[in-house]
């Protein structure tokens, strides 16, 4: 994940085994990694999408998708995660 960053993509997700919802197409309640930079100069996740249900993801890549910035999604249905740390 970490080197489609390095390739000047915003926003990484990773969709986990059975989440299905057309929602899930975008990186959000997935495990996702975000450009910290590009973060900083799109002002930051919402703190009002916060208190809607989690959307603030979701509104960062409408965001992203205003100002042309790239995203993605890898994985499948069987996609695993092991998280080691």
Not at 25 to 46: A, K, Q
Not at 51 to 61: A, K, P, Q
Request: hydrophobic share 35%.
């Amino acid at each position: 994940m970490k080197e489609f960053l390095d390739t000047g993509v915003s926003a990484v997700g990773l969709k986990f085994p059975g989440f299905t919802s057309r929602s899930y197409e975008f990186p959000r309640n997935t495990c996702t990694l975000w450009s910290f930079i590009e973060i900083l100069l799109l002002g930051g996740f919402s703190d009002e999408c916060d208190t809607l249900g989690g959307m603030e993801d979701y509104h960062m890549i409408k965001v992203l998708q205003s100002k042309r910035r790239l995203y993605i999604m890898i994985g499948s249905p069987e996609t695993k995660i092991s998280i080691y740390g």
